[in-house]
C-alpha cells in the first residue's frame, strides 16, 4: 500500500471514528433526553419559541406571569319597580401574581331590566272535583354594565397603599349640603375595562289546581345571554375585544376547548396591538373540577398533572391562544372575528372551525385553584299593592392556585414551575 493510500485510509478510520463518536454522542443525549423528559420538552419549547422570533410573531403567552391567589368583593343592590329592574353595584379584587406583582382592581355595575307575563285560568268540574286550569308565560330582558380599572404595582406593600388611597373620603359639607366621596387615587389605572351584558329569558307554564294539590302539567324555559367589552392597557396601547355567548336550548358542547359540561360556555377574546394589528386570539374557559371528567378535553391527555388538592372548591381555568401575527391563523379566525362585531352572530357556532388549527398551532394554560365562596342575599317586598321590592347581596370569593401546566408552540405540555413550586 503506497503511503498515500495509508494516509487516505487513515484519514478516513479517523473521520468514521469522528462520525461513530458524533453518533454515540446524540443517541447517548437522546437517552438522557428520554430520562430526562422535563428538560427535553423544555429545549424544544425554546427552539419554537425561537422559530416564532426569527418570523416576528406572537411567541411569549406560556411566559405570562399565573394569579396565585386572589380576593375580592361584590356587594350589589336591586330594586324591583312594578315590570321595572333597576341596580348597582362595586367590585373590588386583589391578586397576587406569580412574578412578585399585584394586581388592584376597582369597579362598578350597573343594571337596568323589564319584565312582563300574560296569564289566564278557568275553573273546570271534573269527577265532581273542583279543577282551576292556568297557563302563563313570561319574559324578561335584563341590561348590565360594568367598569373596572386595574393597577399593577411591584410588591403587596405597595398594593396595600394603594388600597389605602382608593378608599373615599367625605368631603366637608358646604352651604348646599354634603358633597359626595371621592376618591384620593391620584396613579393613573395600567388596564381600563367596559363591559356590556344582555340576558333573556322566557319561561311558559300550564297548570292546574284541585283542592290543595298543584300539579305542572307541562313547562319550558330558554335563556340567551351574551356578553362583551374592551380591555385597554395603557403600558402598551394594546386593546382587546372580547364576547361571551350562549344559548341554554341551543349551546352546543365543547366548543374550541372540548367542554364537558356547558356551564358557562366560552369566552373569545382578540387583541390589537397600538396600531390595530390583530396579535393574539384566546379562548377562555372557567368550571367545577370534581373529576378529571370535568376537564375540557384539550387538557385531558395531562389531567394527572392537574390531580392537586381535594375536590371540594375545586375548579379549573383553561386558555388557549393562537398567534394572529401567522397569516394562517388569521385566516382560521376571521369567522370568529366577524362573530364578535355586536349582533352579527354566534361565535359558539364560528368557532367549531378553529379546534384543529388550536390543536396544531396554538399554546394553552391550563390552571386547577381552590376557591371559597361565601354569599349572602336579603330582600324586602310590598304585601300589597304593584309590585314593589328591594334585594341587596354581598359575597367574598377567594382563591389560591395548585397546579399549573402549560403546552407550547412546540405541542409540548409542561408543569408551570414558576407560577407553583
Known amino acids: 500500500m503506497s503511503p498515500l493510500t495509508r494516509a487516505s485510509a487513515g484519514q478516513a478510520s479517523v473521520e468514521w471514528l469522528g462520525l461513530v463518536a458524533l453518533v454515540a454522542t446524540l443517541f447517548g443525549l437522546g437517552a438522557a433526553m428520554a430520562q430526562a423528559g422535563f428538560v427535553g420538552r423544555h429545549v424544544t419549547r425554546e427552539m419554537a419559541r425561537a422559530l416564532c422570533r426569527v418570523r416576528g410573531g406572537d411567541c411569549e403567552r406560556d411566559h405570562e406571569p399565573c394569579a396565585t391567589s386572589s380576593a375580592g368583593s361584590r356587594h350589589s343592590l336591586t330594586l324591583d319597580l312594578a315590570i321595572v329592574r333597576l341596580g348597582g353595584g362595586d367590585v373590588a379584587v386583589l391578586e397576587q401574581r406569580s412574578d412578585g406583582t399585584v394586581a388592584v382592581t376597582r369597579g362598578t355595575t350597573e343594571l337596568l331590566g323589564v319584565?312582563?307575563?300574560?296569564?289566564?285560568?278557568?275553573?273546570?268540574?271534573?269527577?265532581?272535583?273542583?279543577?282551576?286550569?292556568?297557563?302563563?308565560?313570561?319574559?324578561?330582558?335584563v341590561g348590565s354594565g360594568e367598569q373596572a380599572r386595574t393597577w399593577i404595582v411591584g410588591s403587596r406593600a405597595a398594593a396595600d397603599r394603594l388600597v389605602a388611597e382608593l378608599r373615599t373620603?367625605?368631603?366637608?359639607?358646604?352651604?348646599?349640603g354634603p358633597a359626595a366621596p371621592?376618591?384620593?387615587?391620584?396613579?393613573p389605572p395600567d388596564i381600563v375595562y367596559h363591559q356590556l351584558g344582555t340576558e333573556a329569558t322566557l319561561d311558559a307554564r300550564l297548570g292546574a289546581t284541585a283542592a290543595d294539590d298543584e300539579v305542572t302539567i307541562a313547562g319550558a324555559g330558554m335563556s340567551f345571554s351574551r356578553l362583551a367589552g374592551t380591555r385597554t392597557d395603557a403600558r402598551t396601547?394594546?386593546?382587546?375585544?372580547?364576547?361571551?355567548?350562549?344559548?341554554?336550548?341551543?349551546?352546543t358542547v365543547g366548543g374550541v376547548l372540548g367542554l364537558a359540561h356547558d356551564g358557562g360556555g366560552e369566552r373569545y377574546?382578540?387583541?390589537?396591538?397600538?396600531?390595530?394589528?390583530?396579535?393574539?386570539?384566546?379562548?377562555?374557559?372557567h368550571g367545577r373540577y370534581d373529576g378529571s371528567a370535568d376537564l375540557p378535553g384539550v387538557v385531558q391527555p395531562v389531567a394527572g398533572m392537574l390531580a392537586a388538592g381535594p375536590a371540594e372548591g375545586r375548579v379549573y381555568s383553561v386558555e388557549a391562544h393562537l398567534d394572529l401575527t401567522d397569516p394562517d391563523n388569521l385566516a382560521a379566525a376571521r369567522g370568529l372575528m366577524d362573530a364578535m362585531r355586536p349582533h352579527f352572530g354566534d361565535p359558539a357556532a364560528a368557532a367549531q372551525a378553529l379546534r384543529r388549527r388550536l390543536d396544531e398551532h396554538g399554546s394553552i394554560e391550563a390552571r386547577v385553584l381552590t376557591q371559597d365562596v361565601d354569599d349572602a342575599s336579603h330582600g324586602l317586598k310590598s304585601p300589597v299593592g304593584p309590585d314593589i321590592g328591594a334585594s341587596w347581596a354581598h359575597e367574598s370569593r377567594?382563591?389560591?392556585?395548585?397546579?399549573?401546566?402549560s403546552r407550547g408552540l412546540d405541542g409540548q405540555w409542561i408543569p408551570r414551575t414558576d407560577c407553583v413550586a
Open 398 to 405: 377567594t382563591t389560591r392556585l395548585l397546579a399549573a401546566t
Open 169 to 176: 373620603h367625605p368631603v366637608r359639607p358646604g352651604r348646599r
Open 182 to 187: 371621592v376618591p384620593r387615587v391620584t396613579t
Open 115 to 141: 319584565t312582563a307575563g300574560l296569564g289566564i285560568s278557568r275553573g273546570l268540574m271534573l269527577a265532581g272535583i273542583d279543577v282551576e286550569a292556568a297557563a302563563g308565560i313570561s319574559a324578561s330582558y
Open 269 to 285: 377574546e382578540v387583541e390589537f396591538d397600538a396600531h390595530g394589528r390583530p396579535l393574539d386570539l384566546r379562548v377562555i374557559s
Open 237 to 251: 396601547g394594546h386593546r382587546t375585544v372580547y364576547v361571551q355567548s350562549s344559548s341554554h336550548t341551543s349551546l
